[in-house]
């Protein structure tokens, strides 16, 4: 039997009042028991339950480390989402500044182009106005003596007058002049490209008498209704001009009566 064995048999019928008539012998060996039964029994379990609050400590720091950890990279990541969705927001805001840049930017060109147009279109008239005079006819020239028909080529026909004169001008515009009447023949009104080209084709204009089948038709500039007035005068008083001055030649002129002697005629 062990010694803490004895040691437990001798105490264990130790009560207070054995104990406090124990002298300094007794006492020091009842000491020495208690020490051996502590060793024996109470330090292990101690040392167990110490062991095991260390591993509790040890394993709560461990969780809590663990917790920490996870508390941290969640965090993290909120934060990364949160930068993520500010990215995209920014990349959207920034889509759609840069849309509204370009619709403006077309509409601004659009507007710029337009109002180039606008005012190339406003300067070319400008031009046109002032280089062509108010109601300039010096292009057109009038057609007299061809006969209507119901169903006709206007331009074709003056086509065709033209050609005897070896004149093939473009013609930019062609058709009657006036409104259709019983028994009587319009005129017609063509269109060149130039008043020299015009001026040429009525020099040649009196070579259609020479013509078969042109002989009573004449060109004649495109006069106003004020010229026409002042051109019938002229034109009776250059018959008056003919009968009294016989030896002479009479002609019209930039609306004015020429008269000319033979002998002036031959130079």
């Known amino acids: 039997m062990s010694d803490c ?17 124990l002298d300094k ?100 008239t400008a031009i046109e106005k002032l280089s062509v005079p108010k109601d ?23 086509i065709e007058i033209l050609a005897h004169l070896d004149e093939k001008p473009r013609i930019r515009e062609c058709s009657r002049v006036g409104t259709p009447k019983q028994g009587a023949t319009r005129p017609i009104r063509f269109t060149l490209s130039s008043s020299d080209l015009a001026y040429q084709i009525l020099r040649k204009a009196a070579q259609l008498r020479s013509v078969d089948g042109c002989k009573n038709i004449y060109i004649s500039p495109d006069r106003t209704f004020e010229q026409i007035l002042a051109r019938r005068t002229l034109v009776e008083e250059l018959k008056k001009k003919r009968g009294a001055e016989p030896e002479k030649l009479h002609l019209i002129r930039n609306f004015k009566i020429i008269s000319m002697t033979p002998d002036v005629c031959k130079v």
Not at 29 to 54: I, R
Not at 98 to 123: D, F, L, P, R
């Open 25 to 124: 012998k007794q006492l020091s060996g009842f000491l020495e028991t208690m020490c051996c039964l502590l060793d024996k029994y109470a330090m292990p379990e101690l040392n167990k339950t110490v062991s095991e609050l260390d591993q509790l400590r040890e394993n709560d720091f461990r969780y809590q480390v663990d917790r920490l950890k996870r508390e941290k990279i969640s965090d993290q990541e909120t934060i990364i989402d949160l930068q993520s969705k500010l990215i995209d927001s920014k990349n959207e805001q920034l889509k759609s500044v840069k849309t509204t840049i370009q619709t403006e930017m077309k509409s601004w060109a659009n507007v710029v182009e337009k109002s180039g147009a606008i005012a190339e279109k406003k300067i070319a």
């Open 5 to 21: 064995q004895v040691a437990k048999n001798d105490i264990s019928g130790l009560t207070a009042e054995k104990l406090m008539k």
């Open 136 to 158: 300039d006819r010096s292009k057109n020239l009038i057609v007299f003596g061809v006969e209507e028909e119901q169903v006709e080529a206007v331009e074709q026909r003056v």
